[in-house]
């Protein structure tokens, strides 16, 4: 966990895991904020988050390492070009993972921000998700590379995979990875036009939020409901504290008994519109508050049992 003010005062960035449900014994899932200046004098806030693929050794080390590989390559870089910058640093991770880990696979979603033009550029690989929320929206930015997404955009023939969300990029899978830079708009843009927004980068605003998570925060499917919800982002988006804020999501989808991992890395772009947010009281799901409503009615039920035997006896 880690929460930072940015020497120039205009941003704020945390991360944070979690192994999110008892029933995992592996925490797969690595997250990673940081401000930095790279070697050609570019002043960046970054925000990563990558989630280990499978439930070996080695998707625990790829999350991990992609990392730190990422982010070091980025400090070290004289490359002063986005996104070639993003896409050049992932691909060395890529190479390094792939020849150094058995079975290491991972995801990767990053967001940086160019602090001397206010500008966010994405990278990413798989199905990890990057928002940002403005004006009480919250735009999914990148898209996932499964079977579904890349068959309609006519990228991938599927021949015996049948899952749709099946990933068909990964970091570690290969020796070599297309890195996706595009951002995406509209739900159903196609990768060649969000390229092109994703070349020139999205400038921001002020009190904007960029969030960087694994999928075990959002939920997929069936799975949705047991996680962190659209209203709840929205809720905390605009928070002046954004340690809060991060903790505050956290704890809603640990408290829906998720089946993934957890790992969430935020940035806040200063504004005069944030402002202190309550934790609400939806730390609970539905089960879980009927359980204890129930275990509250079973103990009045007790104590009235038992002042009715302490009456009896007295008698």
């Known amino acids: 966990m880690n929460e930072e003010r940015n020497r120039v005062a205009n941003y704020t960035h945390y991360f944070d895991v979690d192994i999110g449900s008892l029933a995992r014994e592996r925490l797969e899932d690595y997250a990673l904020s940081d401000s930095l200046t790279t070697a050609a004098g570019l002043e960046l806030i970054i925000a990563l988050v ?26 070290m870089s004289v490359e002063a070009q986005f996104p ?46 990057i928002f940002l929320i403005r004006n009480n929206e919250m735009l999914r ?11 309609r955009w006519k990228t991938f023939s599927p ?4 899952n749709p969300t099946a990933l068909t990029r990964a970091i570690g899978a290969d020796a070599d990875v297309d890195v996706d830079v595009g951002i995406y708009l509209e739900p159903h843009t196609h990768p060649s036009q ?26 997929a499917g069936a799975r ?5 919800s659209e209203k709840e982002f929205l809720r905390h988006a605009l928070d002046s504290d954004i340690r809060l804020a991060g903790r505050s999501l956290l704890s ?21 519109q944030r402002h202190f947010t309550p934790t609400t009281n939806h730390l609970f799901s539905g089960r879980q508050k009927w359980l204890l409503l129930a275990g509250l009615a079973s103990l009045a039920i007790i104590i009235c049992v038992l002042g009715f035997s302490l009456v009896v006896a007295r008698q």
Request: hydrophobic share 40%; with cysteine.
């Open 252 to 272: 809603y989808a640990k408290s829906r008994s998720p089946k993934d991992n957890l790992g969430l890395a935020m940035i806040f772009v200063d504004g005069k």
């Open 159 to 162: 021949t015996t995979v049948e």
């Open 50 to 75: 990558c989630d280990g693929v499978g439930s070996s050794e080695g998707g625990i080390r790829a999350s991990r390492e992609a990392t730190l590989y990422v982010v070091a390559s980025i400090r």
């Open 84 to 129: 070639t910058l993003l896409i050049n640093a992932i691909r060395l991770a890529n190479r390094k993972i792939y020849d150094t880990i058995v079975d290491g696979i991972t995801t990767i979603a990053l967001a940086v921000i160019h602090v001397q033009t206010n500008t966010l550029y994405i990278a990413s690989v798989g199905d990890s998700p």
């Open 194 to 219: 969000a390229l092109l927004v994703g070349q020139q980068g999205l400038p921001l605003q002020e009190g904007d939020t960029v969030l960087v998570m694994s999928d075990g925060m959002t939920g």
């Open 141 to 151: 930015l990148n898209a996932d590379h499964n079977v579904a997404n890349e068959t």
């Open 224 to 228: 949705a409901e047991k996680v962190v």
